[in-house]
């Protein structure tokens, strides 16, 4: 297959295109610095700033997997006003792309999170259960928008609902690992919160189910079946690495340092991956231990 990727160098991006490659696909990867992809992949794609150029070449899937992290700083107005951006812009590019493409892709697998859902509790959150308002909700609102505008063009979609993503070389996991491996680690305000999260490979392995699967659609919960607390996940995480676990973070000190964007680690929603498991899909990690002992 041909394959245009966006947000390829990223935690999750460049384990794809590895993944992508050894399965004998052709990669074309639109990047602001297509002169460096390469490098930063350490594999060989065909990357450009200009999606355009590629016209006549064509796709038989898109990936959108672009986007600023959403965790990495403060969420002042400017922050905010760039994780909007960084968003919206890619997937606009794409539509625009899609719509002048005289071979249209077959489908788009674009990215979302599970920040659509805002705070749940203990409830169980499926595809198609209701929505509360934050930030986070409405920045995953907006991006689904756009990403489902391709459907106009006779393309399928799929919107892949992330949670916690799990892997050795990046992502929260990478900077959780020194604090709990100097026994500094510990739970998060009550620690009863749920974090719903994935094995990077087993999201992988869903990108790849959905581009096969031509019969599905719509918004998938891209999280492992057995979501846990968060003070769960650091006994756990504490255990593996063989360090005690004493240390909570107050809730109050997390709001102080973080203000609004401390509710994402405060506030949690039980997800399911209720789709995927309804459509035949087998995680490979369906619980957290064995994906950590993996991992680490």
């Not at 249209?104 to 599970?114: C, D, H, Q, W």
Request: hydrophobic share 40%; glycine share 10%; charged share 20%.
């Amino acid at each position: 297959m041909n394959i245009l990727i966006t947000g390829a160098t990223g935690f999750i991006g460049k384990a794809l295109c590895h993944a992508l490659i050894e399965q004998g696909h052709n990669l074309y990867v639109i990047s602001r610095k297509p002169d460096q992809v390469n490098r930063i992949l350490g594999c060989t794609v065909i990357a450009s700033a200009d999606p355009f150029c590629w016209l006549d070449i064509p796709m038989d899937a898109v990936i959108n997997l672009a986007g600023a992290p959403i965790a990495d700083a403060r969420w002042s107005e400017h922050r905010k006003e760039l994780l909007i951006n960084s968003r919206i812009g890619p997937t606009r590019q794409l539509i625009s792309y899609i719509e002048q493409c005289s071979h249209k892709p077959e489908v788009l697998i674009s990215g979302s999170a599970i920040g659509i859902y805002g705070a749940h509790g203990d409830d169980d959150v499926r595809e198609d259960s209701h929505c509360n308002d934050d930030f986070a909700h409405r920045l995953c609102q907006l991006w689904e928008a756009e990403a489902m505008a391709a459907e106009t063009y006779g393309v399928r979609v799929c919107i892949l609902r992330t949670g916690l993503v799990l892997g050795r070389d990046g992502g929260m996991l990478s900077r959780l690992l020194t604090p709990f491996r100097l026994g500094l680690g510990g739970h998060i305000g009550s620690g009863l919160q749920y974090m719903p999260w994935i094995h990077r490979q087993d999201l992988l392995r869903i990108i790849t189910f959905l581009i096969d699967r031509k019969d599905l659609s719509g918004a998938f919960n891209g999280t492992a079946p057995v979501p846990v607390r968060n003070n769960t996940f650091s006994r756990i995480l504490g255990a593996e690495l063989k360090r005690p676990v004493l240390l909570p973070v107050p809730g109050i000190v997390l709001r102080l340092a973080l203000g609004e964007m401390s509710q994402l680690m405060l506030r949690g929603a039980k997800v399911i991956p209720w789709r995927l498991q309804e459509n035949g899909f087998e995680f490979e990690y369906s619980t957290l231990r064995p994906a950590l002992q993996e991992i680490l």
